[in-house]
């Protein structure tokens, strides 16, 4: 099994949705991330958070919400999906206790929102 | 503002040929730096990175990659490509202001032919 699991993979939802992605992981980090991937634009960051009370918002946090519900879950929302939303978005996590940098990463999720 | 900027959308190499990707960075301090790799279909997965020490760092699959302060550039090389090495790859800085986060670059896509 993947160390970071995301579902779904893939999502077509139409415009004004709801939207949840999940993301879990048994590597015991307490770091977590969700980043957004859009052709030619690499990876930006959405929210992040350090540990279970700890919430921070990244670089386009617009239009996202992020519930951390345990040191292993972290889902990120869309209220009311829009087409510019389409992206694919990845989960990381990374370890506080030695070197906070390696990145982790799930296998992604493609949302497409029409 | 952090930032790390990859000039080549995509590049096309021969198998056995070597290659190198270029990266600069913008970085008030020492710089964190990482080069990742992203396989079609899958998360991303790190190469190799450097914290301080020897300016040449070996990574993963073959891969080397150079500091160089002076030219605030961090680029990626391999001496002899195999086709397998087909994939998107990305350059980051880590920011540590607020806590640490990675800044992507926005990557180069690399094409092997026969």
């Known amino acids: 099994d993947a160390d970071v699991t995301q579902t779904p993979r893939n999502r077509i939802t139409k415009t004004g949705k709801r939207i949840m992605l999940e993301c879990s992981q048994t590597?015991?980090?307490?770091?977590m991330y969700w980043y957004r991937q859009d052709p030619g634009l690499g990876l930006r960051l959405i929210y992040y958070s350090f540990d279970v009370k700890d919430i921070n918002k990244g670089e386009i946090s617009d239009g996202y919400s992020v519930s951390r519900q345990a040191q292993a879950k972290f889902s990120l929302s869309l209220e009311s999906a829009i087409p510019n939303q389409t992206a694919l978005y990845f989960c990381?996590?990374?370890?506080?206790?030695?070197?906070?940098?390696?990145?982790?990463f799930g296998e992604g999720s493609r949302l497409t929102v029409l | 503002a952090q930032s790390v900027t990859q000039p080549d959308i995509h590049i096309t190499v021969s198998e056995g040929a070597s290659l190198e990707l270029r990266c600069n960075y913008s970085y008030g301090a020492t710089p964190y730096l990482f080069w990742y790799v992203q396989s079609p279909g899958q998360g991303l997965q790190l190469l190799l990175k450097?914290?301080?020490?020897?300016?040449l760092v070996q990574g993963i699959k073959g891969f080397e990659a150079e500091f160089k302060r002076s030219q605030s550039s961090f680029n990626l090389r391999k001496p002899s490509v195999h086709w397998s090495d087909a994939a998107e790859y990305f350059c980051a800085v880590g920011d540590n202001t607020g806590g640490f986060k990675t800044i992507f670059g926005a990557g180069t896509r690399l094409f092997v032919k026969a």
């Open positions: 990381a996590t990374s370890d506080s206790s030695g070197f906070a940098g390696e990145l982790f």
């Open positions: 450097y914290f301080s020490g020897d300016t």
């Open positions: 590597k015991g980090h307490d770091r």
